[in-house]
């Protein structure tokens, strides 16, 4: 199944039952996290927050995987990856039972935290069992239609997600939420085989010792360090552009959907195939680098939303005996947003093939995601913090501008640094 998914387009994956029920647990995760992107401008709105605490709502969320994707990698690699992704699927539903209660900014921080441990269970598992099951010639589909699936959930959770919050209540986007999540939960449990990565020996190299070698790679450095510095740029997005729009246009939830789903449309047009392209074409890195300086773009465009209504008028849709109108603003923050798609379309697939690479070498696939999610978490720690600061200090198109800063010093330094060791003796290494 595998070998014939390879000379195939990407929905012939989705006749590979194991990768149906992978899928499953990146449209769970996805869908979850856009929607609750959405509902953090609301809580901006509804406990009239600051830039610089609106920061410490994806902070909270990073702080905790810095904490724990290394060990958690580690443990990935020498345990069965069937239970952590059963584990964190039902730690989401926690996470959604939390969101529905929330009374207080520091509830919000602490759930937001929570969110975080379960997104990095889900995330990294699913990676690595993608990573491990798929063949070599096909890992760059797999990879790619994997997250084609996540941006397409995404981009779902953006639409029905801020539908659901503009036509009810917390409670109700959460219950259906957990439903879906439950449904991902059954069938990783009926279709995913058991012990389904977990190829390393405990007792060959302890987690430091494989960190250790893997760093000793100009290639994991030079990816390493594009991680750190890009994250702080994309996280600060990622965060802002929902609050900027809630609270500077009065967007509402639906229609900050849409915006969202400007980047998450091209990205799961596309993905899939770049990934495919990638497999092909070879030299991952220039994928990479080109990615970045786009997305650099986009980020850029963002506050030339304040602007908009000298320039673009505002428009109001009329459907089913209803109205509802589009500021000037939100055909900035769509076309912004899908240039960022464009950008992680292009930068994504080649990434983690080449994480997935370079662990590869010392079967150590997850401690060398493990060190990919760990540098975004470095960057995530105190990306939106930072940004918040700067834009209280001074303004949005300062805050916005130095985001895009940090893109592309890390894009200039990254194509500088990069360069591709020879294929280590894997023997020589495994008596270290």
């Known amino acids: 199944m595998v070998a014939e998914s390879s000379s ?133 589909l797999w990879i790619g239609t994997y997250n084609q699936v996540g941006a397409f959930s995404s981009l779902f959770g953006d639409i029905f997600g801020g539908l659901l919050l503009y036509l009810y209540d917390f409670s109700l986007t959460y219950a259906v939420l957990s439903a879906i999540t439950l449904g991902a939960f059954l069938a990783v449990f009926f279709f995913l085989r058991d012990n389904p990565g977990g190829r390393k020996d405990p007792e060959v190299a302890t987690g430091v010792e494989t960190i250790r070698t893997l760093l000793e790679r100009t290639a994991i450095r030079a990816l390493v360090f594009f991680r750190v510095a890009f994250s702080v740029g994309k996280m600060a997005v990622i965060i802002f552009l929902p609050i900027y729009a809630r609270t500077e246009f009065g967007i509402n939830p639906f229609v900050i959907g849409g915006i969202m789903a400007g980047g998450k449309l091209t990205k799961s047009l596309t993905q899939g ?38 320039y673009v008028p505002g428009t109001t849709i009329r459907a089913f005996g209803g109205s509802m109108e589009l500021p000037g603003a939100f055909f900035v923050l769509f076309a912004a947003y899908a240039v960022l798609g464009i950008g992680d379309s292009l930068r994504l697939p080649a990434s983690m093939a080449l994480f997935v690479e370079e662990g590869e070498h010392f079967d150590a696939v997850a401690s060398s995601l493990s060190l990919r999610s760990i540098a975004w978490k470095v960057g995530q720690v105190g990306g939106p913090v930072l940004i918040g600061a700067i834009w209280d200090a001074t303004t949005v198109w300062v805050a916005f501008w130095s985001a895009a800063a940090f893109i592309v010093v890390s894009s200039v330094v990254f194509a500088s640094l990069f360069s591709i060791d020879p294929a280590p003796d894997v023997d020589a290494v495994a008596g270290d």
């Open 8 to 140: 195939g387009s990407s929905l012939r994956l989705f006749g590979d039952r194991e990768f149906l029920a992978l899928a499953g647990t990146a449209f769970a995760r996805s869908q979850a996290y856009s929607t609750i992107l959405i509902a953090l401008a609301l809580y901006a709105e509804m406990f009239h927050t600051s830039s610089t605490v609106e920061g410490l709502f994806g902070t909270a969320f990073a702080v905790v995987q810095l904490l724990i994707v290394l060990p958690l990698g580690r443990y990935i690699d020498i345990q069965d990856s069937k239970r952590f992704l059963l584990a964190g699927l039902l730690l989401n539903v926690l996470v959604f039972v939390g969101f529905a209660f929330v009374e207080t900014v520091e509830h919000v921080i602490l759930i937001r935290a929570l969110q975080g441990l379960s997104a990095s269970m889900l995330w990294l598992t699913g990676t690595t069992v993608v990573g491990e099951i798929s063949d070599e010639g096909s890992r760059g």
């Open 273 to 310: 195939k770049v990934g495919d392209w990638t497999d092909r074409v070879g030299n991952k890195y220039q994928f990479i680098l080109a990615g970045a300086l786009v997305y650099a773009i986009g980020t850029a465009l963002i506050p030339f939303a304040g602007m908009a209504h000298q």
